[in-house]
């Protein structure tokens, strides 16, 4: 079993579609999650931390369930300018080495 | 302000040749690392160094040699490299190594070995 697994995906959707993505994590002691966003042929860019309690920012909402170990991404009235690949990242438990294991990414498309 | 720098944007190269990517960041971050990053895959970690130290080697071949000459700068050097080693190559930086510290990314450098 991969450490943290993401459906590759590709996600099409129209505009304005709302969209989830899904991500698992295999080691229950991981305490931080992230999703971070990257466009073609671009750098990652953070998109958003995730915490215990959940979190929003405008239209992207981030869950976390840790019994489950399961991460998750809502996107909500999808942009052309979401189109992307969204990667799951999961620190390395029990270690401050700045260790961080990314999922394959999933990518989105949104179509007009 | 939390940004990277690196230059080159882009770089080719011969498999003979010495080269050197460089990363900066004024962030006051005290950890800084280097990813390869092949197409459609996931960023793959190198090297981390945490306050100006080498602190991780993740078995990364002796034809990269990374070196930290202060706080604020990193660099690759490149040497003799294989045609297999072209990727973008990712510089990152952090506060510190603990789990809860964000990583950001540089541009990167886009190698071809040819």
């Known amino acids: 079993r991969k450490e943290v697994e993401q459906d590759p995906g590709p996600f099409n959707v129209p505009e304005g579609a709302t ?22 042929r671009k750098e990652p860019k953070l998109l958003m931390s995730v915490y215990s ?10 869950q976390l369930n840790r019994a489950s ?17 969204y990667l799951c990242v999961v620190n ?7 260790k961080l294991i990314f999922g394959q990414g999933t990518t989105l498309q949104v179509k007009p | 302000d939390t940004e990277v720098t690196q230059t080159p944007k882009h770089l080719v190269m011969g498999m003979t040749n010495k ?13 800084m690392y280097w990813y390869k990053q092949k197409a459609k895959k996931p960023p793959e970690l190198m090297f981390v160094y945490s306050y100006e130290k080498l602190s991780i080697n993740e078995s990364v ?8 000459p202060n706080s604020s700068l990193l660099n690759l050097h490149l040497h003799a490299l294989q045609p297999e080693d072209s990727a973008l190559y990712l510089c990152a930086s952090s506060p510190g190594t603990s789990g809860r510290d964000t990583q950001y990314f540089g541009p990167g450098t886009r190698l071809t070995v040819l």
């Open chain 1, 92 to 98: 390395m438990p029990k270690s401050n080495t700045g």
């Open chain 1, 19 to 40: 969209v989830a993505f899904n991500c698992t994590y295999s080691n229950s002691a991981s305490q931080s999650f992230f999703w971070y966003r990257q466009d073609c």
């Open chain 1, 53 to 62: 309690s959940g979190n929003e920012d405008g239209r992207f909402t981030a």
């Open chain 2, 19 to 31: 080269k050197s990517l460089k990363c900066e960041q004024h962030m006051g971050h005290r950890a």
């Open chain 1, 69 to 85: 170990q399961y991460i998750s991404l809502l996107i909500r009235d999808s942009k052309l300018s979401d189109s992307a690949t």
């Open chain 2, 61 to 68: 071949p002796s034809r990269f040699s990374p070196e930290c």
